[in-house]
């Protein structure tokens, strides 16, 4: 009993794999994973339970650690109180959905790093975000409020369980939306003018501060503007992704996107860089380009695939890759350290070089952010090649080098699979765009990485990292990746890459329906250590789960002619529906995907793919239709199924391409300019 007692009360986290959890291993804070072993512990000594939930690259996480959880005093108090579980919110997303949405049922506003208070049952009655060590900013300590909670517990049993109580029953209705009844293509168009009133006309993004790039909000706003013919809507996004690009929330020297800038010029990043911003800015910066033909577009594309291949890559035994989750905003305990500049630093290392450089760069004596330097374009034109733009490569090349020798930021080395589908989809509409081979077969070994070693019995897990797979799939790993799936299948025409997207799509169906109420949950239905279901429909930085599966259905149906494919994602339309535009410009996964269901072109292109014609007209396709164009390969002979408006045309000699509208094609176009013209006349 005495072995016991010990092993009950250390902290337990060095058994995690998880590099955020690790982070938190040597605390005097007795720890544990979220589980069955950590509630059944909370219930058994009557216990309020202490939840913590971050992520590696969360700065404000490190901060609260270092003052709080690294505190002797502190942690005796959470220690004799609480049972003190740590979650990495990247690991277990629904979880960190459900606790977010109790804090803001509760009035607060969300964040991490996350403390929420629950009962022994798992069920939150308080909580708040970052609490400081002792008084300040407006907030009480964490001792205090360490000791305001566990006197209530024991003292207001009753009232604990009633606040508890409200506040599932809340959740659960959350769970059960009314819907709207339906969308109409007028309802998108004032949507879309309603998005527009709210960039910023001067810095593009939202007005004020902080900015973050807000990819499907502006991925609406952009197919709006074209769906309109809305010059006023194209300059909001275009201007937006120019000062991005631009601006300091751009790694000027190695590549990527920071998650957001603090300021409202987009100067000041929080330096942490995510997987999911980079991927998801890669596919629209690429989707924006084949209109504009802007070469800073490109630049920051192939850049920033670089820095992914170069900085993220994570192999797998035999030779798969995949990518890292995200960079640490700190390194050496200071946020932004490696990637800001004095100006003696840069004299010292350009020379003669250093005056055009810093006149480029923004680079002063006083610097820009706290003293010292973080480089940006916001002040010179973008760059648009030439000599003076090659010798600023050449420096940039200098400074990357030296960049090298500092303390680089922790990386996290979970491989997510919702994340990493989002960036098979970047690789390929990138590769597609801009004719990179490189590209393609990168987005083809990272698929075949979550097949390997992120599937097991057909269902896929949520997180690799050290060799070791775990959590169950959320609703978001299966729409990623099935829309991976369709974008491959889309580039390549292997049907391999279709007969696993329906395999998928059946464990969704099966698993994560609301047959009763409709749409799909967060959590599979053997999924049994979370207190509710969460069913969701806002976009956030990462597109909802429910929006991607309604655009997944629309391409399936359009792809297969399947009728209950379209059926299931109009049952979506109506329950997350709303009349009012106000509500819509939170959900423009849902708008896209309905864009796509309602007025998609369907280009199937019939011919061999070796037949340089077939290339010819598929390029063509690429160039000139609209975003919410679904483009199939199909080999001649190939029958399609009798549902398929296409059914009975796929048996011609020769290469051509079929334009499908409201489930009726039009006459073989065997010219790729032929074909750009009719595309362009739609």
Not at 33 to 56: F, V
Not at 159 to 184: F, N, S, V, W, Y
Not at 256 to 284: C, Q
Not at 625 to 633: K, T
Request: with cysteine; proline share 5%.
């Amino acid at each position: 009993m005495e072995r016991m007692a010990r092993t009950m009360t250390k902290n337990l986290l060095s058994l995690e794999t998880s590099p955020y959890l690790l982070l938190h291993k040597d605390n005097p804070v007795h720890w544990r994973a979220w589980g069955e072993g950590a509630l059944a512990e909370a219930r058994r000594e009557n216990k309020p339970i202490l939840l913590s939930i971050g992520y590696a690259a969360c700065h404000w996480c490190h901060v609260m650690a270092h003052e709080s959880f690294e505190a002797d005093a502190i942690a005796a108090v959470m220690n004799e109180h609480f049972i003190n579980i740590k979650v990495d919110r990247e690991e277990r997303p629904d979880l960190d959905v459900i606790y977010q949405t109790a804090l803001g049922l509760m009035g607060e506003r969300g964040g991490w790093p996350l403390t929420m208070f629950l009962t022994p049952g798992g069920e939150p009655f308080w909580g708040g975000t970052y609490f400081p060590a002792t008084a300040k900013y407006g907030l009480p300590s964490f001792p205090h409020i360490l000791g305001s909670i566990a006197e209530t517990f024991h003292r207001q049993v009753d009232g604990i369980k009633d606040a508890a109580q409200t506040i599932k029953e809340a959740m659960e209705q959350l769970a059960r939306p009314e819907g709207g009844g339906g969308l109409e293509m007028d309802l998108l168009d004032r949507t879309a003018a309603l998005c527009l009133s709210a960039v910023d006309p001067v810095e593009g993004g939202s007005m004020g501060a902080p900015k973050f790039p807000q990819v499907p909000f502006f991925t609406f706003l952009w197919r709006s503007s074209k769906r309109l013919h809305s010059e006023a809507m194209a300059r909001a996004v275009t201007l937006t992704l120019e000062r991005i690009c631009r601006g300091g929330i751009y790694d000027h020297l190695g590549g990527g996107f920071s998650r957001y800038s603090t300021d409202e010029v987009w100067l000041a990043p929080h330096f942490e860089k995510m997987l999911y911003d980079n991927a998801l800015l890669i596919e629209f910066l690429s989707e924006v380009w084949l209109d504009t033909h802007d070469p800073l577009l490109a630049e920051r594309v192939e850049q920033t695939i670089g820095w992914a291949l170069r900085d993220m890559a994570v192999t797998g035994p035999d030779g798969e890759s995949a990518f890292a989750s995200a960079l640490d905003a700190d390194s050496e305990g200071v946020e932004g350290k490696y990637y800001v500049w004095t100006e003696a630093e840069i004299d010292a290392l350009l020379g003669p070089d250093s005056p055009a450089f810093k006149k480029a760069y923004d680079v002063t004596a006083r610097g820009n952010w706290e003293g010292r330097t973080i480089l940006n374009r916001r002040g010179t034109a973008p760059p648009r090649g030439g000599v003076k733009e090659g010798a600023l490569a050449r420096c940039r090349e200098i400074l990357l080098e030296a960049r090298t020798s500092r303390v680089p930021p922790a990386r996290d080395d979970k491989v997510l699979c919702d994340w990493n589908g989002l960036m098979i989809s970047a690789l390929v509409r990138a590769a597609t765009a801009f004719k990179e081979k490189a590209w393609l077969d990168a987005a083809k070994r990272t698929f075949d990485f979550i097949c390997r070693y992120m599937t097991e019995d057909g269902r896929l897990h949520h997180s690799r990292c050290g060799g070791v797979t775990r959590h169950a799939a959320v609703l978001d790993d299966y729409a990623q990746m099935i829309r991976s799936a369709l974008t491959l299948l889309e580039s390549c025409g292997e049907s391999v890459y279709l007969d696993q997207a329906l395999a998928w799509l059946a464990v969704v169906n099966g698993r994560f329906w609301d047959e009763a109420g409709g749409g799909y949950y967060l959590t599979a239905d053997d999924v049994t250590d979370v207190i509710t279901r969460s069913k969701t429909i806002a976009d956030n930085a990462m597109p909802s789960g429910n929006g991607v599966m309604l655009e997944v259905l629309a391409r399936l149906f359009l792809i297969t002619g399947d009728v209950a494919h379209r059926q299931r994602a109009e049952r979506i339309v109506r329950v997350f529906s709303s009349s009012d535009p106000r509500n819509l410009t939170n959900l423009p996964g849902l708008t896209v995907g309905f864009e796509i269901l309602e007025r998609a072109l369907s280009i199937i292109i019939v011919g061999d793919l070796t037949d340089p014609l077939t290339t010819a007209l598929r390029r063509a396709a690429v160039d000139t239709a609209p975003p919410w164009r679904v483009l199939m390969g199909v080999a001649p002979g190939t029958g399609l199924p009798a549902s398929h408006p296409a059914h009975g045309k796929t048996g011609r000699s020769g290469p051509a391409a079929f334009v499908c509208t409201a489930g009726t094609c039009g006459l073989p176009i065997t010219d790729p300019e032929a074909l750009r013209n009719h595309l362009a006349a739609l």
